[in-house]
C-alpha cells in the first residue's frame, strides 16, 4: 500500500481575502515500509501536507492516491476513481452515497501534536476502541485491537478501566497513540510525538516507532529535532514556504553544507563532532555514527586499528 | 558585601491531595542577581515549586522566604508584586485582547495612572522587540511573540525575581532560541534581576550560575553546573539528559576509552587527531 | 465562523463607526423608546415608522451596510410573521371591519396589531444590527460598562461582568482553533461528523464537545493563575488603560441625543394631528 502525491497543490480560502497557498506543486511518495522524517521551518506547509497523506485535505490542485483510490483536482474540477474497481464517482450527490471519504483515514493513521486532548471516554479501554468502532468493528474486535494496541505502548492491562483524565500527561500520550494504532493503518504519521517528553520518554517512544516500523509499518514523523532524524529515519524530506526541497538521507543532508545554510538547518552536535574529527584526520565512516555509542564503537575501532 | 538572597524555601512539605506528598521536604536559597535552572523529569515537582514561590499554592509545612520575608496570607499579594512568572502555555497566559491590552494589564492591576501607561507600554513592547505588533491580536501571533509579550507584561511590573515556568516548552526552536535570547540580554540589561528558570534544556542549566536537581518530589542536587552534572551516572539514573560532552565522556569512560576524554570539540580533536 | 453575518463587526470609517459606543448605546435606547411610543391614530403611528425607516435606511447608507442584507437575515423571521398575522386576525373581532373572505369577517385592528409588532422587529433589529456593525465588541463593552456603572453603587459588580465578557471575546478565536484541532483528531479516527445514525452523531458531538470543556476547564485555570501573579484582585481598584475621551464631538452629539428624545416624548405627549395639517397644505 502506497501513498503518492502528484503535483499537488492547496490554497486555503481560496478568492478571499484570506487566501493562502500552503502547499505548492509537491510530489511525493510514500513507499512500504519506509522511516521518513518531514522537517522544515513552521509555516512551511508539513502540517498541510501530512493532512493530504490521510484524506483529511483534499488537494485544490494535482492528485492524491491512497491505496486504491485516486483523488484528484483539475481547474477545480474534483474527480474520485476507486481503481480497483474502475469506478469513477464525478456527480457530488452520488459520491457521498458510494464514495465515503472516510475510507482513506484508515490506510494512514494521523497523530497530531499533543494528541491528549483528542481524549474522552470514561475508561481507556472504551477510548481506544472507538476509532476501530469508527470503521465497522465489532464491540469485540475493537476491544481487542484496543487492548493490543495499549500493549504495544507499553500500557499494561491495569490501564483498561481507568479514566484517560486522571493519567499522567506521558501516559496520555500513548493512550492517544494506541487510539490511532489501533485502527491498524500501513502508514503511521506523527507530528511531533516527542513534543514535551523528558529524555527517557523521548527514547521509549522513538524505540516503539522503530518497533513498528520494524513489524513492517511505514512511519513519517515531523520533527525539529535533529537528533532523532540521524539515529532513527532513514528518509528526510525537507519543505520550505510549500515547497518540497529535498528528499534524501540523513547523512547526505547533513553533508550538504550549502544547503543547510541556505534552509537554516542545524545537524545534531554529535554528527558535527564526527565531522570535526574526521577534517582532523580520524578516518571515521559517518554510516556508522548515529548518536554518541555509536560515534565511541566507531572511535574505538579507529584506534584499534 | 553581602550578597542578598531573593528566595529560600526551608523545609517545604506540599501535596495536592490529603494524602499524598508531592514536595518532600525541599530547602534551597537563590542568591539576588542569579540565574538559577530547576530541572527534573517530568512530575518531579519544578512547577509546583514554582507555583510555591509565588503563593498560588500553599504549602503544608515550612517557610518560603523572599528577601528575607516569610511569605504568610496576609503579605502573599505584597510580596507577588516583587515576583514575575512566566506559564507555559502562551495562549493561557495571555489575557488582553491585543498586544498593547495584554502589556496594560498588569498595569492596570497596579493602579499606574492612566497618563503614563502608554509610555510604559511602548517601552516594554520594545524591549522584546513586539513594538510593531503593537496591535496585533493573539491569533495572530506566533509562540514565541505571545510568550515576548508575556515577558513584556510582566517586566513591566518591575518585579525582582523572574520565574519562567517551562516557558519555550511549547514552542518551535525557533522560538525557543528567541526567547532565550531575550532573557540572556534581560539578564546583562539589569544584572540585579533574580532568574528562576525551570527547564528541560540541559545546555540552559550548563549554562546558569546554579543548578538545582529535583526527582519525585525530592531535591537531589544543588550547586554550580560544573559539580551538578559531574555526576553523570546519577542524572542518567532520575531520567535526566545531561550536557553533550558529559555523555561522550561518560561513555569512553565505558568503553576503556578515559584517554580521551574532553570538555570541548577542540580539546576532543586535540586528544583523538594529534 | 461566516456565518454569524448578521451583527457581526464590519470594519469601517463612516461617521458611524467613529462615533463613541456610548453614545451610540443611549442612542439606540432612545430610539427604542420611541418605537413604542404611540403617536395617536394607527396611521399617525405608522407615518412615524415611516419617518423611522427613512432614518435608519441613511444610517445604513452611511455606515456603508447594505439593507437587503439585513432584510435576507430576517428570512427565518417570515413564518413566524405570518403565524402572528393569523393569530391576530382570529383573535380580534370588534372594531372596524376591514374586508371579508369568504364569509370570515378581518377586522382592521388585527391587521394594525400585526404590523405594530413586525414593523418593531424589523426595526429593533436593524437598529441592532447597525450598533454591532459598526461598533467592535470591546467597544461596547467598554461602553456598556461605563453606562452600567451608576449599578456599582448598588454593589453590582459590573466590572467583573465586563472582564469576563472582554475574556469571552478575546478567547473565542482560540476556542474555534481548538475546536478545530479536535474535529480534525477525531476526524482521523473515522469521526463523520456530517452523516451518520442518530447515535453516531451523538457519539460525533460528544468527542469534540467533553475533549473541548476539559481542555476549556484546564485553560481558566491557567488564565485564573496567570492574571492572579499579574496582580489582578477583582475587588481591587483598578485604572483604565483604554480611556474613553470625551470631547467636545461627544457633547454635540449626546445634546443631539437629548433633543431626539424630547422631540420624541414631545410628539407622544401631544399627539400632533399632522395628517390633518397635511391635508390642509393642499
Known amino acids: 500500500m502506497s501513498i503518492k502525491l502528484n503535483h499537488v497543490s492547496y490554497t486555503y480560502s481560496p478568492k478571499t481575502p484570506f487566501e493562502y497557498e500552503a502547499l505548492r506543486d509537491v510530489s511525493l511518495e510514500i513507499k512500504d515500509r519506509s522511516f521518513l522524517a518531514l522537517i522544515g521551518e513552521t509555516g512551511s506547509g508539513k502540517s498541510t501536507l501530512v493532512q493530504h497523506l490521510n484524506g483529511l485535505i483534499l488537494p485544490t490542485e494535482g492528485e492524491v492516491q491512497i491505496s486504491h483510490y485516486l483523488l484528484s483536482c483539475e481547474n477545480g474540477q474534483r474527480k474520485y476513481v476507486d481503481l480497483d474497481r474502475r469506478e469513477e464517482f464525478k456527480d457530488k450527490k452520488y459520491r457521498k452515497k458510494q464514495f465515503n471519504i472516510r475510507n482513506l483515514r484508515k490506510y494512514a493513521g494521523l497523530v497530531f501534536q499533543f494528541p491528549e486532548y483528542q481524549l474522552f471516554e470514561e475508561s481507556v479501554l472504551k477510548d481506544v476502541s472507538f476509532g476501530p468502532k469508527n470503521f465497522g468493528a465489532t464491540d469485540e474486535e ?14 499494561d492491562d491495569s490501564y ?3 479514566s484517560p483524565f486522571e493519567l499522567s500527561g506521558g501516559e496520555k500520550r500513548r493512550v492517544a497513540i494506541a487510539g490511532i494504532i489501533a485502527l491498524n493503518p500501513s502508514v503511521l504519521i506523527l507530528d511531533e510525538p516527542t513534543a514535551g517528553l523528558d529524555p527517557q520518554g523521548e527514547k521509549e517512544m522513538m524505540e516503539l516507532f522503530k518497533k513498528i516500523n520494524d513489524a513492517g509499518k511505514s512511519v513519517i514523523l515531523v520533527t525539529h529535532n535533529m537528533e532523532i532524524v540521524l539515529k ?33 538547518i542545524e545537524p545534531p552536535f554529535v554528527f558535527k563532532a564526527a565531522k570535526a574529527l574526521i577534517k582532523n584526520g580520524l578516518n571515521l565512516d559517518l554510516n556508522n555514527v548515529k548518536d554518541i555509542p555509536s560515534l565511541v564503537q566507531e572511535i574505538k575501532r579507529i584506534k584499534h586499528e | 558585601m553581602k550578597e542578598k538572597i531573593a528566595v529560600e524555601l526551608k523545609n517545604i512539605v506540599f501535596g495536592y491531595l490529603k494524602d499524598t506528598v508531592n514536595i518532600d521536604d525541599v530547602s534551597f536559597s537563590v542568591k539576588q542577581g542569579d540565574y538559577v535552572t530547576l530541572i527534573g523529569h517530568n512530575g518531579s515537582g519544578k512547577s509546583t515549586i514554582a507555583r510555591l514561590i509565588t503563593g498560588l499554592l500553599l504549602q503544608r509545612s515550612g517557610d518560603i522566604e523572599i528577601f528575607g520575608e516569610v511569605m504568610t496570607d496576609d503579605n502573599v499579594l505584597r510580596l507577588r508584586k516583587d515576583i514575575g512568572i512566566i506559564f507555559q502555555n502562551p495562549d493561557n497566559q495571555f489575557i488582553g485582547s491585543s498586544v498593547r491590552d495584554d502589556i496594560a494589564f498588569g498595569l492596570e492591576n497596579d493602579c499606574v495612572p492612566e497618563d503614563k501607561m502608554e509610555g510604559i507600554v511602548e517601552e516594554y513592547s520594545k524591549k522584546v522587540g513586539m513594538y510593531k505588533f503593537l496591535d496585533k491580536e493573539p491569533t495572530n501571533l506566533s509562540g514565541g511573540q505571545k510568550q515576548r509579550v508575556a515577558i513584556a507584561g510582566t517586566l513591566a511590573r518591575h518585579p525582582k525575581i523572574l520565574i519562567m515556568d517551562e516557558s519555550t516548552s511549547m514552542l518551535d526552536p525557533k522560538g525557543k532560541r528567541e526567547i532565550l535570547q531575550l532573557i540572556h540580554q534581560l539578564k546583562r540589561e539589569n544584572p540585579e534581576l533574580t532568574i528562576i528558570s525551570i527547564t528541560h534544556d540541559i545546555q540552559e542549566a550548563y549554562e546558569s550560575d546554579h543548578v538545582i536537581v529535583v526527582a519525585k518530589g ?57 | 465562523m461566516n456565518n454569524i453575518a448578521l451583527g457581526r463587526y464590519i470594519p469601517g470609517n463612516s461617521f458611524l463607526h467613529k462615533m463613541d459606543a456610548r453614545i451610540k448605546i443611549i442612542s439606540l435606547i432612545i430610539f427604542f423608546v420611541g418605537i413604542f411610543l404611540s403617536y395617536g391614530s394607527a396611521a399617525q403611528n405608522f407615518i412615524m415608522y415611516g419617518v423611522y425607516f427613512v432614518i435608519l435606511f441613511s444610517l445604513l447608507k452611511v455606515a456603508r451596510l447594505s439593507f437587503f442584507n439585513v432584510l435576507k437575515s430576517l428570512k427565518a423571521l417570515w413564518i413566524m410573521m405570518l403565524f402572528l398575522l393569523v393569530i391576530n386576525t382570529f383573535a380580534v373581532q370588534t372594531g372596524e371591519v376591514a374586508f ?3 364569509d370570515f369577517v378581518v377586522y382592521w385592528d388585527g391587521l394594525v396589531r400585526t404590523g405594530y409588532i413586525i414593523v418593531r422587529l424589523i426595526l429593533m433589529i436593524t437598529l441592532t444590527t447597525l450598533l454591532t456593525s459598526t461598533s467592535k465588541p470591546l467597544d461596547l463593552t467598554f461602553g456598556l460598562e461605563w453606562l452600567l456603572g451608576p449599578l456599582k453603587l448598588l454593589h453590582v459588580p459590573v466590572h467583573i461582568f465586563a472582564m469576563t465578557i472582554s475574556l469571552a471575546l478575546r478567547f473565542i478565536p482560540t476556542l474555534m482553533e481548538e475546536a478545530n484541532k479536535i474535529i480534525r483528531a477525531q476526524a482521523s479516527r473515522g469521526v463523520d461528523f456530517a452523516e451518520g445514525k442518530l447515535k453516531d452523531k451523538f457519539k460525533a458531538i460528544i468527542s469534540l464537545i467533553i475533549p473541548l470543556f476539559v481542555s476549556s476547564f484546564l485553560r481558566s485555570g491557567e488564565l485564573a493563575d496567570a492574571m492572579e501573579t499579574r496582580g489582578y484582585d477583582p475587588q481591587g481598584t483598578r485604572t483604565k488603560y483604554r480611556r474613553k475621551h470625551w470631547k467636545m464631538k461627544e457633547t454635540v452629539q449626546i445634546i443631539g441625543c437629548g433633543c431626539l428624545l424630547a422631540g420624541i416624548v414631545l410628539l407622544a405627549v401631544y399627539k400632533p394631528d399632522f395628517i390633518s395639517a397635511v391635508k390642509g397644505w393642499f
Not at chain 2, 239 to 255: A, C, G, S, V, Y
Request: aromatic share 6%; net charge negative; hydrophobic share 40%.
Open chain 1, 232 to 264: 532513527y529515519v532513514d528518509e528526510v524530506v525537507v519543505m520550505h514556504d510549500g515547497k518540497l526541497l529535498k528528499q534524501t538521507t540523513p547523512l547526505k543532508l547533513f553533508q550538504d553544507e550549502k544547503f543547510l545554510t541556505t534552509t537554516a
Open chain 1, 160 to 162: 483498561l478501566p481507568r
Open chain 2, 218 to 274: 525530592k531535591k537531589i542536587l544543588d550547586g554550580k553546573p560544573d559539580e551538578v552534572f559531574s555526576d553523570s551516572k546519577k542524572m542518567v539514573e532520575i531520567k535526566l539528559d545531561i550536557p553533550f560532552f558529559k555523555r561522550l565522556n561518560m561513555e569512553l569512560e565505558d568503553n576503556g576509552l578515559e584517554k580521551y576524554e574532553a570538555n570541548s570539540l577542540d580539546g576532543l580533536v586535540e586528544k583523538l587527531c594529534r
Open chain 3, 100 to 102: 371579508i373572505i369568504n
Open chain 1, 142 to 155: 475493537a476491544e481487542q485491537m484496543a487492548k493490543d494496541a495499549l500493549k504495544l505502548v507499553g500500557l
